[in-house]
């Protein structure tokens, strides 16, 4: 299983980015996907989660103004308004409470699967 994330850039304050995440692999279940953040000099911290009956979490500096979504159980979005110098980060997918095929057999997880980061940089 491998999560490759996309649409990180530059933008300015006020403005906006969709990021997107792809699960690859045969996924039957989930438990949830969602997006994580570092910026530099801190911690990672959750932005974002979608379970696979859609219920939602975010974090306190995410609530109204970002939104998270799927398409299926192998694609994540974040859509992310109104952005602000310090969302800049880097923007990690994350994964978890996978049952996914492997070589014919079907596989239940407790691993927590992270792609590779995305970059947002907002400017002021």
């Known amino acids: 299983v491998q999560l490759q994330a996309s649409g990180g850039g530059l933008v300015q304050a006020g403005g906006s980015l969709r990021l997107s995440c792809i699960v690859s692999?045969?996924?039957?279940?989930?438990?949830?996907l969602g997006w994580y953040r570092q910026a530099p000099g801190k911690q990672r911290e959750l932005v974002a989660t979608?379970?696979?009956?859609?219920?939602t979490n975010y974090a306190d500096s995410a609530k109204g103004r970002f939104t998270i979504s799927r398409n299926g159980k192998n694609t994540v979005f974040l859509q992310m308004n109104s952005l602000k110098p310090e969302d800049t980060a880097n923007y990690y997918c994350?994964?978890?409470?996978?049952?996914?095929?492997?070589?014919?057999?079907?596989?239940?997880?407790?691993?927590?699967?992270w792609g590779k980061g995305t970059l947002v940089t907002v400017s002021s």
């Open positions: 994350y994964a978890a409470g996978l049952v996914y095929e492997e070589y014919g057999s079907v596989v239940a997880s407790g691993q927590h699967y």
């Open positions: 692999g045969k996924i039957f279940r989930f438990n949830r």
């Open positions: 979608i379970t696979e009956s859609d219920s």
